[in-house]
Nanobody, 125 residues
Framework: QVQLVESGGGLVQAGGSLRLSCAAS????????MGWFRQAPGKEREFVAA????????TYTDSVKGRFTISRANAKNTVYLQMNSLKPEDTAVYYC??????????????????WGQGTQVTVSS
Protein backbone atom coordinates (compact mmCIF):
# COMPACT_ATOMS: atom_id res chain seq x y z
CA GLN A 1 0.00 0.00 0.00
CA VAL A 2 1.00 3.59 -0.56
CA GLN A 3 1.42 5.99 2.38
CA LEU A 4 -0.15 9.42 2.07
CA VAL A 5 0.42 12.76 3.82
CA GLU A 6 -1.86 15.75 3.24
CA SER A 7 -0.92 19.39 3.72
CA GLY A 8 -2.13 22.85 2.79
CA GLY A 9 -5.21 23.17 4.93
CA GLY A 10 -5.97 26.24 7.01
CA LEU A 11 -8.37 29.07 7.76
CA VAL A 12 -9.60 31.19 4.87
CA GLN A 13 -12.40 33.68 4.34
CA ALA A 14 -15.33 32.87 2.09
CA GLY A 15 -14.39 33.50 -1.53
CA GLY A 16 -10.75 32.68 -0.90
CA SER A 17 -8.57 29.87 -2.20
CA LEU A 18 -6.44 27.05 -0.86
CA ARG A 19 -4.37 24.35 -2.52
CA LEU A 20 -4.17 20.99 -0.79
CA SER A 21 -1.29 18.64 -1.48
CA CYS A 22 -1.05 14.90 -0.90
CA ALA A 23 2.45 13.44 -0.94
CA ALA A 24 2.72 9.71 -1.53
CA SER A 25 5.48 7.29 -0.74
CA UNK A 26 6.50 4.49 -3.03
CA UNK A 27 7.66 4.17 -6.61
CA UNK A 28 4.28 2.98 -7.85
CA UNK A 29 2.35 6.21 -7.16
CA UNK A 30 1.89 6.89 -10.86
CA UNK A 31 -0.15 3.71 -11.24
CA UNK A 32 -2.81 4.65 -8.64
CA UNK A 33 -6.07 6.43 -9.23
CA MET A 34 -6.32 9.10 -6.52
CA GLY A 35 -9.09 11.00 -4.83
CA TRP A 36 -10.10 13.56 -2.24
CA PHE A 37 -12.87 13.11 0.31
CA ARG A 38 -14.01 15.33 3.17
CA GLN A 39 -15.79 14.95 6.47
CA ALA A 40 -17.55 17.74 8.31
CA PRO A 41 -18.38 17.47 12.03
CA GLY A 42 -21.31 15.15 12.61
CA LYS A 43 -21.47 14.11 8.94
CA GLU A 44 -20.41 11.13 6.89
CA ARG A 45 -17.23 11.24 4.82
CA GLU A 46 -18.17 12.38 1.32
CA PHE A 47 -16.52 12.25 -2.07
CA VAL A 48 -15.02 15.48 -3.45
CA ALA A 49 -12.88 14.69 -6.52
CA ALA A 50 -10.93 11.91 -8.18
CA UNK A 51 -8.37 11.49 -10.94
CA UNK A 52 -7.48 8.43 -12.97
CA UNK A 53 -4.04 6.86 -12.85
CA UNK A 54 -3.25 8.38 -16.26
CA UNK A 55 -4.41 11.81 -15.16
CA UNK A 56 -6.61 12.25 -18.22
CA UNK A 57 -9.92 11.63 -16.46
CA UNK A 58 -11.37 13.48 -13.50
CA THR A 59 -14.69 13.54 -11.69
CA TYR A 60 -16.18 15.87 -9.08
CA THR A 61 -19.12 16.03 -6.76
CA ASP A 62 -21.69 18.54 -8.01
CA SER A 63 -21.18 21.02 -5.17
CA VAL A 64 -17.55 21.71 -6.13
CA LYS A 65 -17.73 21.60 -9.93
CA GLY A 66 -16.29 24.76 -11.42
CA ARG A 67 -14.59 25.69 -8.14
CA PHE A 68 -12.21 22.80 -7.36
CA THR A 69 -9.60 21.20 -9.59
CA ILE A 70 -7.79 17.92 -8.94
CA SER A 71 -4.44 17.29 -10.60
CA ARG A 72 -1.38 15.11 -10.18
CA ALA A 73 2.37 15.43 -10.62
CA ASN A 74 3.73 11.91 -10.89
CA ALA A 75 7.34 13.09 -10.92
CA LYS A 76 6.71 14.54 -7.45
CA ASN A 77 4.50 11.68 -6.21
CA THR A 78 1.88 14.31 -5.39
CA VAL A 79 -1.79 14.93 -6.04
CA TYR A 80 -3.31 18.37 -5.59
CA LEU A 81 -6.72 19.88 -4.92
CA GLN A 82 -7.00 23.52 -5.94
CA MET A 83 -9.99 25.03 -4.18
CA ASN A 84 -11.31 28.42 -5.33
CA SER A 85 -14.37 30.45 -4.35
CA LEU A 86 -14.51 28.65 -1.03
CA LYS A 87 -17.75 28.62 0.94
CA PRO A 88 -18.41 28.03 4.65
CA GLU A 89 -20.03 24.71 3.73
CA ASP A 90 -16.65 23.53 2.40
CA THR A 91 -15.39 23.45 5.99
CA ALA A 92 -14.26 19.91 6.77
CA VAL A 93 -11.30 17.64 7.26
CA TYR A 94 -10.03 16.72 3.80
CA TYR A 95 -8.58 13.27 3.18
CA CYS A 96 -6.50 12.01 0.31
CA UNK A 97 -6.99 8.42 -0.84
CA UNK A 98 -5.29 5.99 -3.20
CA UNK A 99 -7.52 3.65 -5.17
CA UNK A 100 -6.73 0.53 -7.15
CA UNK A 101 -3.71 0.48 -9.47
CA UNK A 102 -4.49 1.36 -13.08
CA UNK A 103 -7.96 2.45 -12.02
CA UNK A 104 -10.33 5.05 -13.36
CA UNK A 105 -11.46 8.14 -11.47
CA UNK A 106 -13.81 6.63 -8.91
CA UNK A 107 -16.27 8.19 -6.45
CA UNK A 108 -16.72 5.04 -4.36
CA UNK A 109 -14.85 5.14 -1.05
CA UNK A 110 -14.74 1.33 -1.08
CA UNK A 111 -12.34 1.50 -4.02
CA UNK A 112 -9.75 3.32 -1.90
CA UNK A 113 -7.28 1.18 0.02
CA UNK A 114 -5.01 3.82 1.54
CA TRP A 115 -5.83 7.09 3.29
CA GLY A 116 -3.91 10.03 4.69
CA GLN A 117 -4.42 11.50 8.15
CA GLY A 118 -6.41 14.47 6.87
CA THR A 119 -5.96 18.23 6.82
CA GLN A 120 -8.43 20.74 8.27
CA VAL A 121 -10.02 23.35 6.02
CA THR A 122 -12.04 26.08 7.72
CA VAL A 123 -13.90 28.71 5.70
CA SER A 124 -15.21 31.69 7.64
CA SER A 125 -18.21 33.70 6.52
Amino acid sequence: QVQLVESGGGLVQAGGSLRLSCAASGRTFSSYAMGWFRQAPGKEREFVAAISWTGDSTTYTDSVKGRFTISRANAKNTVYLQMNSLKPEDTAVYYCGAAAPFGSATMDARDFGSWGQGTQVTVSS
